[in-house]
């Protein structure tokens, strides 16, 4: 059983990750780790944060000589920005917000924990959180790649600016959105992608977007149709959705499918000249029965606007029980980018999970053999 957690808070001393279950064996480079964490990092409409944060996984348990023993790895990831908070921090007068920031955490955790300050919220729901997840999805990343799976993604919706995806093999798309600070791998879309984030930025305002995940080498059969719980389409849109203002997610072209008649929806089968089936198209996004079909995962995601904005909204003060508007906190403008690489985390995940399960084994050779 595959499992992790994650602890820690935005502007505390750091955020902690404890993944149980890994195989013993598997090589553990702390650079690829930190790789993938600065992957998260970048992206054009991010804020000032990330330019403090140089974001370094320490490894504190379960990795000896860089290989993994089978015991729970812990990883500790420093938030840089502690300095600049320590005092408010161990004084407990961090700034209080008592205006609910429409879109985010802030009114009903106050209310679910009975709080008259949305900071402690605000604290853990902060997307700070996914650098602990992405640290997670590197390990998980390296597992996958031991059987020969990658996972990756790209952007292709920025607020209004839609890219036109051209018809390349998925590890082409990926090596090109890797060189753009949107992630898009059609340079024309990236620009008006950047445009669209500097007029949101002088209008005080925010974007969301849509990022697609991708995963290759699977083989046929990982999740099952045998029990709602075990489909892996569920547990990936579960994984997928629970990132931060991602708000819906689509696996192939669900809802272009929904529209067009079965004929036209659904993959062929056809033997191809050596006797092995091929499935000329892949319209179901590489998930039939809740099961891995051999196909590449085509996973959509689609995340709202970030909810604080430089320009007010209108909220109220829970604390003087008067209209209020909202009070800016340092923020991304547009953080698409970021989340299609914390996506690509969740994805390895599940998929290293269903890997597991699928093959057993407490070691990585127990795991090949
Ligand atoms: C990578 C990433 C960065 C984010 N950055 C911000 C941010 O700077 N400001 C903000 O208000 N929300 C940001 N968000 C979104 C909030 O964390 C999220 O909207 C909030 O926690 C409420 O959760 P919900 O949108 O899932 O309902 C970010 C999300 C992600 C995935």
């Keep these: 059983m595959l499992r992790f957690l994650t602890a820690g808070e935005s502007h505390g001393p750091g955020l902690i990750a404890i993944v149980e279950g890994l195989p013993a064996g598997l090589t553990v480079e702390p650079d690829a780790i930190d790789h993938d964490l ?15 944060e140089r974001d370094h996984a320490e490894i504190l348990s379960g990795v000896i000589g860089h290989r993994t023993t089978g015991a729970p790895v812990t990883l500790r990831i420093e938030n840089r920005d502690w300095t600049n908070w320590r005092e408010h921090w161990l004084n407990d007068d961090l700034p209080s917000l008592t205006v609910p920031r429409p879109g985010h955490a802030d009114y009903a955790g106050m209310v679910k924990y009975g709080l008259d300050d949305a900071r402690p919220v605000l604290e853990r729901a902060s997307a700070r959180e996914t650098a602990a997840r992405v640290a997670v999805g590197a390990l998980a990343r390296r597992l996958l790649a031991e059987h020969a799976i990658a996972v990756g993604s790209y952007v292709v919706e ?21 060189s753009s600070d949107v992630r898009c791998p059609d340079m024309s879309a990236a620009d008006r992608m950047r445009s ?7 209008a005080g305002d925010s974007l969301g977007g849509v990022f697609v995940i991708g995963a290759t080498g699977l083989p046929v059969g990982l999740g099952s149709h045998v029990q709602w719980d075990r489909r892996i389409d569920a547990r990936l849109a579960g994984a997928v959705m629970s990132i931060q203002a991602i708000k819906g997610m689509e696996i192939g072209p669900a809802f272009e499918n929904a529209r067009l008649p079965g004929t036209q929806v659904h993959d062929a089968f056809r033997f191809d000249g050596e ?9 179901a996004g590489g998930v039939e029965g809740g099961m891995t079909n051999g196909e590449p995962i085509l996973i959509r995601a689609a995340m709202k606007p970030i909810p604080t904005t430089v320009t007010p909204q209108h909220s109220v003060d829970l604390a003087q029980r008067r209209p209020a508007t909202t009070q800016y906190q340092r923020s991304d403008v547009c953080a698409v980018p970021a989340a299609a ?29």
């Design 158 to 178: 920025i607020g209004s600016a839609i890219a036109e995806v051209p018809e390349l093999p998925l590890h082409e798309l990926w090596r090109r959105a890797e």
């Design 196 to 202: 669209t984030i500097d007029s949101a930025r002088q």
């Design 341 to 369: 690489v914390v996506g690509e985390a969740m994805v390895a995940w599940v998929l290293a999970e269903a890997l597991i399960e699928k093959l057993g084994g407490d070691s990585l050779a127990e795991m090949s053999r």
């Design 38 to 52: 600065a992957r998260r990092q970048v992206g054009y409409g991010r804020g000032g944060r990330m330019a403090i």
């Design 275 to 283: 006797g092995r089936i091929v499935r000329p198209t892949n319209r």
